[in-house]
């Protein structure tokens, strides 16, 4: 159970940092480099790690489901 659990959490991560930082760097080239609007442009990436979050916890989910003990 506790090998399961590592497994669902680090594929949750992997999931997380990749939807994050691809939703981050598009963000980014698309709000332009203009940053005179700080708090919107942290707004911004707030929102694309959110958007990173959830594909981690698909990710995660899908793993759970086709897990298999080997």
Sequence with gaps: MMEEIK?????FLRGF??????SM??????????????????????LAAIAGGITGGLLALDKAIRFTNE
């Design 25 to 46: 760097i598009t963000v980014g080239v698309f709000a332009g480099t203009n940053l005179t609007d700080f708090q919107q442009w942290i707004g911004l990436l707030g």
């Design 17 to 22: 940092i990749a939807g994050a930082v691809g």
């Design 7 to 11: 497994i669902l959490a680090i594929r």
